[in-house]
């Protein structure tokens, strides 16, 4: 056979491919897209196909166009509602990799959904979703970078514009600054990992739950915050230090600023790893909250999930090297916490549609046979009085009181 096979695991190499019209850069990432081996075959496929072409400068098959800020993808959209297919709908953010790109694969190839992939990076997301395969008329790619409250209003009209009545939001993007040694912002002065992850999403979902709830004749309406073990002080990762604390929110309340208030939720010293946790414990308390607050009345169902340690994917872009190189070895041999993006998809999308998981507030996790069950979260992440609380500073940071 002259199969060769190539292991295009992490570091994904990046690097700058090309300068498009409207003067968007356009990085492309050629890291593994789903899992850590991809076979390059004579006869070779769309994946290693398109992944050659993004490495080699060379046209995919169709031209890519950026569309400019926030844009949709498809541009003959029309401005009322689309009857033409009978696909549910769902939004992903961040599916131009890891754990959204591969749920939005499945989600795609299921023939049942249609995927809006909120990306902050068109051309990657494009470029991703023809990578994988995901069939033509299955996915439309819309801007949306949560790092700016602009761009997520932007979305939501642009959304909106599609006509498309959605059935599903999946907020799952992050970054995760664990080497930071000074805190970076979003366009909106919020320290970077708690504005993109847990803020930018904020507004998304709360904006959003108009466009879910006026679904007409359709009970399978979710709103899903992926959560994270590691914002879980009663499990072992989650005592890995530092550990995540809000505390009683007083940088929160403060706007995270570094100015009039430290960047940490919990007033401390700016530590890009605890962010990152803190940012987990706040959505899954924002899922709970909204539970609280909506399922009752819009029959929608909240939920927040831990897909297992996926430890080959970009969120650990900007650990070190040697963390990068031993990670996933040590997740699968020692903790066997391990699982593929391929796998950690499919858990993501049962989450979505699987009319069994279609229970309100609950915090999902899979055991190693991979069966989900309702996972018990640490107490700060089930504290229904900060939960509140962390709702109303945040609805008066992204402006919605
Ligand atoms: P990736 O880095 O592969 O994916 C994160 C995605 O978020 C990327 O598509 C990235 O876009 C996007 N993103 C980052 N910042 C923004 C922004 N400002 N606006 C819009 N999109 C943005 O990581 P994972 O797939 O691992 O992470 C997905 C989710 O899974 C996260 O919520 C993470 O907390 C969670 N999780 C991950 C675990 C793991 O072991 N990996 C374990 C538990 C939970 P771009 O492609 O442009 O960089
Ligand atoms: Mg952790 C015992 C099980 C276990 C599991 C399931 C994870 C998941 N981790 C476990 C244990 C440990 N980790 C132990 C014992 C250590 C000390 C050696 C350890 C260390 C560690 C580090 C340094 N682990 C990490 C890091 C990270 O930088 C990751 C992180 O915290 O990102 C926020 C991480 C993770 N461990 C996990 C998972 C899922 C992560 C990624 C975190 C996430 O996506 O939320």
């Known amino acids: 056979s002259t199969c060769a096979v ?23 990432q050629p890291s593994a897209f789903l899992g850590t081996k991809i076979s390059v075959c004579k006869g070779a496929s769309v994946l290693s196909r398109a992944v050659s072409a993004s490495i080699s400068r060379q046209p995919l098959v169709a031209p890519i166009r950026a569309q400019g800020v926030a844009a949709p993808a498809d541009t003959k959209a029309p401005t009322t509602t689309k009857k033409t297919d009978t696909k549910s709908t769902v939004i992903i953010t961040g599916a131009s990799s890891g754990l959204g790109l591969a749920t939005a694969k499945v989600l795609a190839d299921s023939g049942e959904w249609h995927v809006i992939m909120a990306c902050r990076d068109f051309l990657k997301a494009e470029r991703a979703a023809r990578a994988v395969g995901m069939p033509k008329d299955s996915y439309t790619v819309i801007h949306c970078d949560l790092s700016s409250l602009n761009s997520v209003k932007q979305f939501v009209d642009n959304v909106r514009q599609s006509g498309r009545p959605l059935d599903v939001l999946v907020c799952n993007a992050a970054v995760y600054l ?7 912002y979003t366009a909106d002065g919020f320290e970077l ?44 990762a989650g005592n890995v230090p530092p ?64 897909p297992g340690c996926i430890a080959t994917t970009g969120l650990f872009r900007e650990h070190y090297q040697l963390f990068r190189t031993l990670f996933p070895p040590f997740q699968k041999y020692i903790t066997k916490g ?19 998981l279609n229970k309100s507030g609950v915090y999902w996790s899979w055991n190693n046979q991979s069966n989900s069950f309702e ?18 500073i945040s609805e008066k940071l992204v402006n919605l009181s």
Not at 178 to 184: F, G
Not at 340 to 354: F, H, M, P, W, Y
Not at 381 to 392: C, H, I, R, T, V
Request: proline residues 3%; negative net charge; contains cysteine.
């Open 178 to 184: 664990p080497t930071a040694k000074e805190p970076r």
């Open 375 to 392: 996972n018990e979260l640490s107490q700060e992440a089930s504290d229904a009085e900060k939960a509140k609380k962390l709702w109303e």
């Open 193 to 236: 990992s708690v504005g993109t992850n847990h803020l930018g999403h904020f507004l998304l979902a709360n904006m959003l739950m108009e466009d879910i709830q006026h679904k007409e004749n359709d009970t399978n309406r979710r709103v899903i915050i992926v959560g994270s073990i590691t914002g879980n002080t009663n499990t072992i």
């Open 338 to 356: 391990y699982v593929s993006e391929e796998e950690a998809g499919k858990r993501l999308a049962q989450v979505v549609s699987d009319p069994t």
């Open 6 to 28: 190539a292991a295009l695991s992490s570091p994904p190499t990046s690097f700058t491919s090309e300068r498009v019209t409207s003067g968007i850069t356009a990085s492309v």
């Open 243 to 306: 550990k995540a604390n809000l505390g009683d929110l007083r940088g929160l309340a403060g706007g995270l600023d570094g100015v009039r208030s430290s960047v940490m939720i919990d007033g401390g010293e700016f530590d890009g790893a605890k962010a990152y946790k803190d940012s987990k414990v706040c959505n899954m308390l924002t899922m709970q909250e909204m539970h609280r607050r909506f399922h009752e009345k819009t029959g929608v169902t909240f939920a927040s999930l831990y």
